[in-house]
């Protein structure tokens, strides 16, 4: 199963959308970004399932959240997800 990688600007941020995430049902996981999927260096980033990817992104932007961006994880390789 694919896993999706939600980019914040900074820790607080990243925690901020773990925890309106987890209120709202979604399993996630806050951690450091792996390095280079940022061109500006240390990032954190909220893990969440394929399932949930968009209706998290939704929750995030509704409550002002604003991803730097977000990348689809499958086997290894990252893939860049359009912020629609």
Same mark, same amino acid.
Do not use: D
């Given at each position: 199963?694919? %896993?999706?990688?939600?980019?914040? /600007?900074?820790?607080?941020? #990243? %925690?901020? @959308?773990? /925890? +309106?995430?987890?209120? @709202? ?14 061109? /500006? ?7 969440? /399932?394929?399932?949930?990817?968009? *209706? @998290? +992104?939704?929750?995030? *932007? %509704? ?6 961006? @977000?990348? *689809? ?5 990252? #893939?860049?997800?359009? +912020?629609?």
């Amino acid at each position: 199963m694919n %896993q999706y990688l939600i980019v914040c /600007r900074s820790v607080t941020q #990243a %925690q901020r @959308a773990g /925890r +309106l995430l987890t209120s @709202a049902g979604i399993t996630n996981r806050v951690f450091r970004s792996p390095v280079g999927l940022t061109e /500006r260096g240390c990032s954190y980033s909220v893990k969440v /399932r394929e399932s949930s990817f968009w *209706r @998290a +992104l939704a929750l995030l *932007r %509704q409550e002002g959240i604003h991803p730097v961006k @977000a990348v *689809r994880m499958e086997g290894g390789v990252y #893939a860049e997800v359009p +912020l629609v």
